[in-house]
């Protein structure tokens, strides 16, 4: 007799993990599947950011409680509040800022305006030309290279089996639920939920589903160890940088500038044409880095639909499956929607409203 | 606009350099970058500038031989470039090279990878230690520089390297304290078989074990360095003997060195081959992890090809041949009249390269010499981790490189996982009781090399940054 | 004593001298050598402190992959086995 799970769960990301410890908490019997390791997706090769200025204002109730869900984690995923700040260096971006920042502050998120003097006597090694700037105390990071062995960790401690190396090859349903044809077997479950990232568009096509999910290739890069040159995160009024010196000293420089390929090919590649400008922005802004040297680059794959809105909820049209997926600014609020998720898989009221897969998408 | 070419060869080496001569030999426009000042590669590296004149040496030969022909020949030879990036725009490779500080560009409709090899040093307590250096670095400086190591210098490793490079210390005036090697005598002998056609480097490599004989220094056979000790510089070694697997067994014997040079076989550098989408395999009489390339150097994505030991430890002389194969197949995909099948060349491909595999095979690791990386022992020099380190990560679930490089940092200094990812890999293999061919490398990232940010920038006005659309709010 | 591998030091020839600083101390170099090869042949192979154990590093692979030799010039961090040393070059170990 081969064993029924009660809930198989495609995609060890953020997402997919962070609803299988809730249902742990409630004894739910999940297994989670990944085709790489746990957190070898967007999870893991993220830029880190846990920035309420970057945020959705429709998102922002979420990012909230996202940002505690970090604070309790802590040291374990390289948690730091640092603070940040967003800097505008133009008229138009100046605007783009007051205008951007004041509505996530009257969505919750403590975030103020500050003068050059107060932005210099915090960060001295910024440049010199800042027109504007805001700045969130409740920001910071967490280092995303360490998703996966808390996973792996907190999985284990909670009695929640993993596979990893293993891909889901096809989804059937049958009376008693699903059948998951995978690398390393067929494994069986009353319900499923795919969390698989930007590779979600096969999988939910597997059960008749059509999700329109796309990605975006964000590109990251890190330097080798600087003198402390900043001690909170950086971003841009565009959203196009974020910056942060680590412990260690080294400069991680993200702002999701595009690199090249599609999640089916695997891995997707970065390209100078937009790491170069990447990296001079983030020297305009912090001077002193032209002194670095980059000693590595990469692109993960992040996913969205049209609205640009998460995908969280009940699959259209298939009892007992479920989605979760596509969220902005996921690693942040990623482990918070878990937590989400799991309510809802469970039948119980989330405390926050999801965000229905089967509603119309409209383009942004 | 870029300037663009028929031909793009990374690396000036043996292969590179052949390719380069008969791309371009056969009319196509070729341009070879090379990190290097001048051409050469790894054999042979030519003298600085800071050398006005020494006594010749076959590698310095052989190197102005080719040097020379570079010279006479349609090449374009870029020199002190490091090459960081390579991509794929529409039908045209886009190589970015850092030269002079800058970062620049050229275009080439086909691309040669022969970017050489890199050395396996096994990790070893106390080789963290300054004066330690790599067998195969060792040469570097002795060929460019004329310098020793030190003044006593204690040489091990595997292979013909150890005799190599303890013949330059003499040579170049200094001491050689000892010659430490696992391999024995009687490896060697069956070794002999299929270096006999190579009567020049046998007859070279008599010479210089006889003269170590002569000399009275002592030859260490079947035996590893199991510690190197010192303060901030090496001052002894402690050597045992290892067993046919090369677990060190017995005690250990204590020599006296200020410096040591060691060295445990050569890899394919495939970071190129990877990064460009290049499947490798486990081939360990190859040196391990090599890119799937045919003899001609043909590759499965069209317009790339790989030669030398960049697709697989064979050694100089098949490097060259397989230089110039790879040269014609590139030009035959460039210009279709050309006659690439050539099985002279071919075949004698073939024989070199059974040489050269003799030689990785004396110069690869046995299993039991990872006995000799202690838990304390340093694995990954750039974030200073130690093996229980690695040990605990695996410990806590993480059963590939990738992981255990996310999860502990190995591999994610500066130089990007050249000297640690092959000995993470052992240690996974041998925790998961997996064979090594299962546990493959971590996924390559670019920068290929280091690369400084303003370099990569250059001059540039703010207001010229292309800045895309801010994300919906 | 036979040797059949000559000694042949003392046949060669190297360029002028120049003199370049590393930290407080003046080191006297060849014209056309690197830093690194500079500092060997005076004595110095400790460069740098490690990383997290803080324990002394010098040159490893000696051909520009390790990163073990770096050392500052005018505030940024190059390979002292790749980087030519210059009259009045100022270098700075990564030592503590
Ligand atoms: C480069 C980059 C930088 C980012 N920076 C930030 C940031 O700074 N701050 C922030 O808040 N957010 C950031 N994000 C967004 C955030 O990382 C993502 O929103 C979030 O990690 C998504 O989590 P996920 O679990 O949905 O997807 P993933 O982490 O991608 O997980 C999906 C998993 O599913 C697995 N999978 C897919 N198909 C299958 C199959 N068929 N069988 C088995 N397994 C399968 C994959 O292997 C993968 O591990 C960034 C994203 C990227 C790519
Ligand atoms: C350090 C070292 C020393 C060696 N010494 C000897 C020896 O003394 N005798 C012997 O028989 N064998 C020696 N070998 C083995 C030797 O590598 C080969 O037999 C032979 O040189 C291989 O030729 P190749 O053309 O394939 O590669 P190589 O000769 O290694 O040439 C590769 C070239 O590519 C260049 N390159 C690589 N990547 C880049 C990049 N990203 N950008 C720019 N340039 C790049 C390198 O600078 C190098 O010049 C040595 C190997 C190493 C690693
Ligand atoms: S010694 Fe390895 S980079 Fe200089």
Redesign the pocket.
């Known amino acids: 007799m081969t064993k029924t799970y009660d809930l198989a769960i495609?995609?060890?990301?953020?997402?997919?993990c962070s609803t299988a410890l809730r249902l742990a908490e409630d004894g739910m019997k999940t297994i989670v599947?990944?085709?790489?390791d746990l957190g070898?997706?967007?999870?893991g090769?993220?830029?880190?950011?846990?920035s309420l200025q970057i945020k959705r204002v429709k998102l922002m109730p979420y990012a909230l409680k996202g940002h505690s869900e970090w604070e309790a984690m802590g040291e374990a995923v390289g948690f730091k509040k640092t603070g940040g700040f967003t800097l505008a260096f133009t008229e138009h971006e100046a605007e783009l800022l007051y205008e951007r920042q004041a509505l996530k502050a009257d969505a919750g998120a403590p975030i103020t305006f500050v003068s050059n003097n107060a932005l210099r006597a915090a960060e001295q090694n910024l440049s010199h030309k800042v027109l504007a700037a805001s700045y969130c105390p409740e920001d910071g990071y967490a280092n995303s290279s360490l998703t996966g062995q808390y996973y792996r960790i907190r999985l284990k401690e909670n009695e929640v089996q993993f596979r990893e190396k293993?891909?889901?090859k096809l989804i059937t349903r049958n009376s008693s639920g699903f059948n998951l044809t995978t690398s390393c077997g067929t494994v069986h479950a009353t319900r499923l939920l795919l969390?698989?990232?930007?590779?979600l568009k096969p999988?939910a096509a597997d059960l008749g589903v059509d999700l329109p999910v796309r990605a975006r290739v964000?590109t990251?890069s890190v330097t080798e160890r600087m003198p402390p040159l900043i001690s909170s995160i950086v971003g841009h009024a565009t959203g196009l940088l974020?910056m942060k010196q680590k412990s260690n000293g080294a400069i991680l420089i993200?702002g999701g500038w595009q690199g090249q390929g599609v999640p089916q090919d695997g891995r997707g590649n970065v390209t100078a044409k937009t790491l170069i400008p990447n990296l001079s922005l983030a020297q305009h802004v912090l001077p002193e880095l032209s002194n670095a040297r980059v000693t590595r680059s990469w692109?993960?794959?992040?996913?969205n639909v049209p609205d640009f809105y998460p995908l969280a909820g009940a699959l259209p049209g298939i009892e007992n499956a479920f989605v979760l997926?596509c969220?902005r600014?996921?690693?942040?609020i990623?482990p918070y929607m878990g937590r989400l998720m799991g309510d809802y898989i469970l039948g119980q009221e989330p405390e926050l409203p999801l965000f229905d897969p089967g509603r119309e998408f409209s383009e942004v | 606009m870029i300037k663009t070419c028929d031909v793009a060869i990374i690396g000036a080496g043996p292969a590179g350099a052949n390719a380069g001569i008969m791309a371009a030999s056969q009319g196509c426009h070729t341009i070879i970058i090379d990190e290097q000042a001048m051409p050469g590669g790894q054999i042979w590296r030519a003298k600085s500038e800071a050398i006005k004149s020494a006594p010749m040496t076959p590698e310095i030969i052989d190197g102005d031989k080719l040097r020379v022909s570079i010279a006479e020949s349609n090449l374009t030879h870029i020199a002190n470039a490091k090459v960081w990036q390579i991509e794929r725009e529409l039908d045209e490779w886009v190589l970015h090279f850092i030269i002079n500080g800058r970062s620049e560009k050229i275009g080439a409709k086909v691309l040669i990878l022969a970017t050489g090899a890199r050395e396996y040093v096994q990790p070893t307590p106390g080789w963290t230690l300054p004066g330690v250096i790599g067998l195969a670095g060792a040469t570097a400086l002795m060929k460019r520089d004329l310098l020793t190591p030190g003044k006593r210098t204690v040489v091990s490793g595997t292979g013909p390297l150890v005799f190599f490079v303890a013949s330059e210390i003499r040579r170049l005036g200094g001491e050689v304290a000892a010659i430490v090697t696992p391999n024995s005598r009687a490896d060697w002998l069956r070794a002999l078989p299929s270096m006999s056609y190579r009567t020049d480097l046998l007859r070279r490599g008599f010479v210089w074990v006889a003269d170590l004989l002569l000399a009275g220094i002592p030859i260490f056979w079947r035996h590893a360095i199991k510690q190197i000790d010192g303060e901030t510089k090496v001052h002894s070694v402690k050597v045992s003997k290892v067993s046919s697997d090369w677990s060190p067994k017995g005690p250990a014997r204590l020599i006296e060195a200020d410096s040591v040079c060691t060295g445990h076989g050569l890899q394919a550098a495939s970071d190129a081959s990877q990064l460009l989408g290049i499947d490798v395999k486990y081939q360990l009489e190859l040196g391990g992890w090599v890119p799937e390339v045919e003899e001609d150097g043909i590759t499965k994505i069209n317009g790339l090809f790989i030669c030398g030991d960049g697709a697989g430890i064979r050694g100089a002389a098949a490097a060259e041949i397989q230089g110039k194969l790879a040269g014609l197949s590139a030009a035959k995909s460039i210009r279709p009249e050309v006659n690439s099948s050539n099985s002279t060349l071919l075949n004698s491909y073939r024989r070199a390269s059974r040489f050269g595999m003799a030689m990785t095979r004396l110069s690869i690791p046995r299993k039991g010499f990872q006995k000799l990386i202690t838990q304390e022992t340093i694995v990954c020099r750039c974030e200073s981790l130690r093996r229980c380190d690695i040990e605990n990560e695996i410990e806590t679930g993480a059963a590939t490189t990738n992981a255990v490089k996310s999860g502990s940092r190995a591999g994610m200094g500066p130089c990007g996982g050249k000297y640690c990812q092959s000995t993470i890999a052992k240690i996974i293999a041998d925790r998961e009781n997996q064979s090594e061919e299962k546990i493959a490398p971590p996924t390559p990232r670019p920068p290929l090399r280091p690369v400084s940010a303003s370099a990569l920038s250059g001059e540039f006005e703010y207001t010229d940054l292309q800045i895309p659309k801010p994300a919906p709010l | 004593m036979i040797r059949l591998i000559p000694n042949s030091a003392n046949q060669i020839k190297r360029a002028e001298e120049i003199c370049f600083k590393f930290d407080d101390q003046l080191i006297k170099a060849h014209k056309g050598e690197t830093i690194l090869v500079a500092l060997m042949k005076n004595g110095i192979h400790h460069l740098r402190d490690a990383p997290t154990d803080g324990k002394p590093r010098g040159a490893f692979c000696c051909m520009g992959l390790c990163q073990e030799c770096v050392v500052a010039v005018g505030g940024k961090l190059v390979e002292s086995c790749e980087t030519i040393a210059t009259d009045g070059l100022i270098v700075q170990s990564l030592r503590h």
């Open positions: 495609v995609g060890g990301g953020i997402m997919g599947l990944d085709q790489g070898q997706g967007a999870s090769v993220n830029a880190g950011t846990l293993c891909n889901v969390a698989a990232g930007a590779w999988i964000n990251v974020t993200g692109v993960g794959f992040e996913a997926g969220v600014g996921g690693y942040t990623g």
